[in-house]
């Protein structure tokens, strides 16, 4: 998928973590707002972490929490663990895409109990979860159980990637679902983004433009989409042309007829190429030989035999500068 570089409204909320803010600022096409209390409104599709806050103020949709502080039906916040690391981390979920957490100390993490809808991504020694996401009936969780004042020169340095990553994962990217890779010729199940959901006023119809310009229409099933096979190589675009049904007529009588057609918008765009995760070899050819010039019927460069030349000349006119000769 090629996502647009669009800016990321980042709402931290915060009584105060320098460390934090200073590593949300310095992510790409971040616009960060701190504050100490969530606002009453958020700008549209902002992305909300909350450190040592209470999970009480929790808004609807996906959220983050660093360094929890209580507890609410979907996990148990116990006590501090004695000196924790951490031995087991999920390699196939992309939040941990180039990390590699294991035996790094995890300062301040408390023991956590948590629901059967919980997903632990990295767990410490004692059978604690350090990041684990949590699916509720208002949205999504993702839990850090680290403190960053404690924090090691180790995770000073993951912990930046593992944010970029968070703040992708809030706005809706960081799919799970979706392969790393596809082969030429596959094809995709890929569920609907926010806002594309069929509703019961709205006839929602899709349509997929391959790179020479051919459109097909997909089918949607349970708000997912069966996009491909891709057999061409290119950027492919998902287009969403809605239709509003005609509830009612202008006589006042139910209208079974057609529906008024609405501009086709890009949804989302898919790159395809020849090379995927299973096929390519990355690997070196190993040492390769360079072709032999020849000069004059050798194989040796002219500067050389100037060098050797000077070399000789040297000694020969040092020795009859000593001779002095007298005629």
Wanted: hydrophobic share 40%; net charge negative; charged share 20%.
């Amino acid at each position: 998928i090629v996502p647009p570089r669009d800016k990321r409204q980042v709402v931290l909320v915060t009584s105060g973590s320098y460390y934090l803010e200073r590593v949300l600022r310095s992510l790409p096409a971040v616009e960060l707002t701190v504050t100490d209390r969530l606002p009453d409104s958020l700008p549209q599709d902002a992305r909300v972490i909350f450190h040592r806050q209470s999970l009480a103020q929790k808004p609807p949709g996906r959220s983050m929490w660093i360094d929890l502080v209580d507890s609410n039906d979907a996990l148990q916040l116990g006590e501090l663990l004695p000196q924790p690391w951490i031995v087991q981390q999920a390699e196939s979920s992309r939040l941990l895409t180039h990390l590699d957490l294991r035996q790094l100390p995890v300062p301040g993490a408390r023991q956590l109990i948590l629901s059967e809808s919980a997903q632990v991504l990295a767990s410490a020694d004692e059978g604690s979860a350090v990041l684990a996401t949590i699916q509720q009936p208002d949205g999504e969780l993702l839990l850090v159980n680290l403190s960053l004042e404690q924090g090691e020169l180790a995770w000073r340095t993951a912990f930046p990637l593992l944010m970029t990553h968070a703040v992708d994962w809030l706005g809706g990217g960081v799919d799970d679902t979706l392969p790393a890779s596809l082969a030429a010729g596959d094809t995709l199940h890929w569920p609907l983004p926010r806002g594309s959901r069929a509703t019961d006023d709205d006839v929602r119809s899709f349509t997929l433009t391959a790179p020479n310009g051919e459109t097909q229409t997909l089918v949607a099933v349970n708000n997912e989409l069966v996009i491909g096979p891709f057999d061409q190589v290119g950027v492919w675009a998902v287009r969403e042309e809605m239709q509003l049904r005609d509830v009612v007529s202008s006589g006042g009588e139910a209208d079974d007829g057609g529906a008024t057609p609405q501009a086709a918008a890009v949804v989302a765009h898919f790159a395809c190429n020849l090379v995927n995760a299973t096929e390519s070899d990355l690997r070196s050819r190993g040492p390769t030989t360079s072709p032999q010039h020849e000069y004059f019927g050798h194989r040796r460069p002219l500067w050389f035999y100037g060098i050797l030349a000077g070399i000789v000349l040297l000694p020969v006119e040092w020795w009859l500068y000593q001779r002095r000769w007298v005629g």
